[in-house]
């Protein structure tokens, strides 16, 4: 057996671990959680109260200062971590049942669910290590930073646009109900058809929603030399919250991350893994 033939088999091997499967279901969950944490954040947005910042890390920070909140946020950590191994095994050797152009297209989809993964894995730890740190704090230091180097804003307005395209993709993903293609729906019957159905569409068109507003104001960043509104998630919130109607719209859109929560649920089930 050649050295590629024995990494392939036992990334194989991997792919195809029990403890993986386990660990990768346990992240939906703790995954559903973030955003269920993080919906409610939105809503405290809509109505005007002070929160933490409007994003996954602050839904991290929040869910730490509970009773073993830290406890959980290292359950959440290791769960998502095991998506990100899952996914990377995906990426490699995965989505065998595709072939051709579609097959690469789902390698690549992959690559990118890694990334998101590892990243929420990286800020639970980090939260567990330095509760108080701010994501949207860094991301306004970082792109400050960028903003002084030369080319620097032409790179920030292509990371918003990357942003704006990723929201585009989810509502679009959302919207055409793609998301069932990897669930075992042989498996369910008619009425958790329907639910995951509409949770996953409400959920990946909300979190496209905000993905969007926050890619367009990182390029107004870059084009209007503004760090103070590249903060994420947490600046498109408020951006949101303060237009007209703004609040109802914010609390539609917590609603749909709420429902997203909801469909991670499902996926803790039903995904196929």
């Known amino acids: ?39 409610w954040l939105a809503l405290q947005i809509a109505f005007g109260r002070p929160s933490d910042d ?26 998502l971590l095991a998506m990100a191994i899952w996914q990377a095994l995906e990426a490699a050797i995965g989505h065998r049942e595709y072939r051709g152009r579609e097959r690469m297209v789902e390698r690549l989809t992959s690559v ?5 993964y590892f990243y929420f894995a990286w800020t639970a730890f980090q939260v567990l290590r330095h509760a108080n740190s701010s994501s ?17 804003r032409a790179l920030v307005g292509l990371i918003g646009l990357g942003l704006a395209a990723l929201g585009v993709g989810l509502v679009w993903y959302g919207a055409v109900k793609k998301f069932e293609r990897h669930l075992r729906t042989g ?25 969007g507003i926050a890619g367009v104001l990182v390029v107004t960043a870059a084009l209007n030399y503004d760090p103070d509104r590249a903060r994420g998630l947490d600046a498109a919130l408020h ?28 996926q803790a089930r039903y995904r196929k893994v």
């Open 187 to 211: 498996q369910m019957d008619h009425r958790m058809r329907v639910l995951a159905r509409r949770l996953g569409v409400a959920g990946y068109v909300a979190k496209g929603v905000a993905y």
């Open 136 to 152: 949207a704090d860094k991301q306004q230091a970082l792109t400050e930073k960028l903003m002084e180097s030369g080319g620097g």
């Open 1 to 39: 057996m050649s050295a590629t033939q024995t990494v392939h088999a036992g990334a194989d091997r991997a792919a195809h671990s029990k403890a993986l499967e386990v660990l990768a279901r346990v992240g939906f969950v703790g995954y559903g959680l973030v955003h269920l944490l993080f919906a």
């Open 112 to 116: 990118g669910r890694t990334v998101v």
């Open 54 to 79: 409007g994003d996954q890390s602050g839904a991290l920070r929040t869910l730490a200062a509970q009773p073993l909140g830290r406890f959980l946020v290292g359950a959440i950590g290791i769960g």
């Open 239 to 266: 951006t949101l919250r303060e237009q007209s109607y703004g609040g109802f719209l914010l609390t539609l859109v917590a609603l749909g991350i709420a429902a997203f929560a909801g469909f991670c649920v499902v």
